[in-house]
């Protein structure tokens, strides 16, 4: 993700997942109230993994407070056991954890503020836990909840270090595309099977028998692997990074061999991948649909309100601040600005023949006892 104060940082330009956050409340709740009410644990001991830093990551962490402090003024037999709450925020070391704490005290007030008197908070105390969550993070069974939201698309490894010799084999396409071989597809798939049965089990290891695990990432609506949401907007990304080619900006074998690190499976794709690892339930499983344009719900007299190229401009920004770091690690920083510029066009003039859109899975899951 951008890190550090600029206006183009993940921070600033993070409503897309802001979006997902408040249309996964619902569920959040249900597995917060079912955590409280099945395990009764007197420190329930919560995860996010992937919080990144901004108003999301502690979106989901007020989130959780005010379920348990409402669950507890309305339920007798929660009420009769206090419970405390230990909230972990996991992300890779490269995360600006510090601008996170910096915001605790802020944070810590503001919550306390919005809550009418007579609703007591939880005792609540927050950690930054640095690391990958394809390794073990916490000691067997201590963990009540995780949550991870639009991180799981991520692969662990980069396509071109698992394979170099097939990765090469996808041309000037950065995802899978219509003109992908089948090896190439290959090779996205066994990474993500790979990945999610290890994510699975190394959570059952930590999780206490029946605790529960909230997952929200990028999917595909569509069966076609090399017809789905992010293949349409990766395939305008490699359109523009082709276009540098000629001035020199991007070289061919650097474009050769860059291949996003992503992979945006289908519903049966996830749920064969659960019932295989036989080490969760599914409590509840859908997707829904988000407009590229993190925007486009907004009134039309509000300044942001997409037009077609207004909203180029916004899905770039948006990409731009999540992508940027890997870019500029592959291909320098000095093409970043062009290559946006150019996006930003190329996607205008997508979304002015079609509403594009993301496809989003929710997964509930519940830890099988044993
Ligand atoms: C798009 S951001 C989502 C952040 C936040 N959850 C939200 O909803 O706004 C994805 C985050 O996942 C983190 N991430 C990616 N791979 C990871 C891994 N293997 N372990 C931990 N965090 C990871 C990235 O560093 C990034 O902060």
Redesign the pocket.
């Known amino acids: ?1 951008a890190v550090g104060q600029s206006e183009a940082n993940y921070a600033n330009n ?1 409503r897309l ?1 802001q979006k997902a ?1 408040l249309k996964t409340k619902p569920v959040l709740d249900k597995a917060v109230r079912q955590v409280c009410s099945t395990l009764l644990p007197g420190a329930m001991v919560v995860a996010d ?4 830093v901004g108003a ?2 502690l979106l989901f962490v007020s989130g959780v407070i005010s379920t348990v402090a409402d669950g507890r003024h309305g339920n007798e037999r929660i009420r009769r056991y206090p419970m405390e709450l230990q909230f972990f925020l ?3 070391p490269g ?1 600006d954890f510090n601008q996170v704490f910096q915001s605790l005290q802020h944070f810590t007030k503001s919550i306390e503020a919005s809550h009418p008197k007579g609703v007591t908070l939880p005792p609540f105390y927050i950690s930054g836990l640095p690391g ?3 390794t073990r993070l916490f000691p067997c069974q201590s963990v009540h909840l995780f949550h991870s ?3 799981l698309q ?1 692969r ?1 490894q980069l396509i071109k270090d698992i394979d170099e010799k097939t990765a090469y084999l996808n041309g000037c396409n950065i995802y899978i595309a219509k003109s992908t071989p089948p090896s190439v597809v290959k090779l996205y798939q066994d990474q993500f099977q790979k990945d999610m049965s290890l994510f699975l089990k190394l959570r059952h290891q930590e999780l206490v028998p029946g605790g529960n695990m909230l997952l929200t990432f990028l999917g595909r609506k569509n069966p076609d692997v090399r017809d789905g949401d992010l293949s349409h907007l990766f395939a305008l990304l490699a359109q523009a990074l082709k276009s540098l080619l000629t001035e020199g900006l991007v070289e061919k074998g650097k474009l050769e061999s860059f291949n996003l690190p992503l992979y945006g499976p289908s519903m049966d794709e996830v749920k064969a991948a659960v019932e295989q690892s036989e080490l969760f339930g599914i409590e509840h499983m859908e997707l829904f649909e988000s407009s590229w344009d993190p925007y486009d719900d907004l009134q039309e007299h509000d300044s942001t309100h997409s037009s077609p190229a207004r909203g180029g401009m916004n899905v770039a920004r948006c990409i731009r601040a ?1 992508y940027e770091p890997l870019l500029a690690g592959h291909f320098g920083e000095h093409m970043l600005d062009e290559l946006f510029r150019r996006y930003a066009q190329l996607v205008g003039r997508h979304l002015a023949r079609e509403k594009a859109k993301f496809s989003v899975i929710v997964l509930s899951l519940n830890r099988i006892r044993g």
């Open positions: 993700m993070s997942q956050l993994l992937g919080c990144s999301n990551t996991n992300d890779l995360n990958s969550y394809y939201s639009y991180c991520w662990s999540v």
